[in-house]
């Protein structure tokens, strides 16, 4: 089946590390991007990227960093320089730019 | 940038009633989506639907893209409705969707 993997489901880091989180999906998408949520908010952008080999900072880029080395994986890390890093984070897909946005299930991440 | 409204923020329902949801935007856009999140966290793409009507079973949505909102119909609401529905959208000079901050329904027995 096709789809977006996010692996870990829950991870769980000290003050001062850094983590990366995992995004791989099979659809043969162009487009990923990064979502952060916090309880009761809504979805906001921290990276995009379009192609391979290139990525753009989305709205909350600050203490985050990407790489996009293949198609499928768009991994994000969460430096030690992000002030709040709990929170859920949400990996998506799509064709374009202008095409319906895929979701894959999410990390929810607690540093402590 | 373009800011997205959603109303009502809560909405509680009996089982079996209609509701609709509005997601207002300030700009012109190319692209809006509607989203569950279900309890878990899971995001499910409802409509892709940046002009005109859409119906997939018991949901609908219309877009009227010249007076910048979008309307959401859920009816014969069920318990598995619950959750919150996000509006999202995208203008020309962006490459990624913006969303509002979301609708939570709970759909009672």
């Known amino acids: 089946d096709g789809g977006i993997t996010q692996s870990p489901k829950y991870l769980f880091r000290k003050e001062g590390q850094n983590v990366t989180l995992s995004c791989e999906q099979n659809?043969?998408?162009?487009?990923m991007y990064w979502y952060r949520q916090d309880p009761g908010q809504g979805l906001r952008l921290i990276y995009y990227?379009?192609?391979?080999?290139?990525?753009q900072k989305g709205d909350i880029a600050e203490g985050y960093s990407v790489s996009r080395e293949k198609k499928e994986s768009f991994p994000l890390t969460v430096t030690s320089a992000q002030k709040n890093p709990t929170a859920f984070y949400l990996c998506?897909?799509?064709?374009?730019?202008?095409?319906?946005?895929?979701f894959g299930n999410g990390t929810r991440l607690t540093v402590t | 940038g373009i800011q997205v409204e959603q109303s009502p923020p809560d909405l509680i329902l009996q089982e079996g009633a209609n509701s609709t949801l509005r997601c207002n935007f300030s700009?012109?856009?190319?692209?809006l989506q509607w989203f569950h999140q279900n309890p878990w966290g899971q995001l499910i793409n409802l409509f892709y639907?940046?002009?005109g009507t859409k119906q997939n079973g018991r949901l609908s949505a219309t877009t009227v893209a010249t007076e910048r909102y979008s309307l959401l119909y859920i009816s014969s609401s069920q318990t598995t409705d619950s959750g919150v529905y996000f509006c999202?959208?995208?203008?020309?000079?962006?490459?990624?969707?913006?969303f509002g901050s979301g609708t939570r329904l709970q759909v009672q027995p």
């Open positions: 999202a959208v995208k203008d020309t000079g962006r490459r990624a969707l913006t």
């Open positions: 659809l043969n998408h162009d487009a």
């Open positions: 990227s379009q192609i391979v080999n290139d990525f």
């Open positions: 998506a897909s799509s064709l374009g730019a202008d095409s319906p946005l895929h």
């Open positions: 639907i940046p002009s």
């Open positions: 700009d012109s856009v190319n692209n």
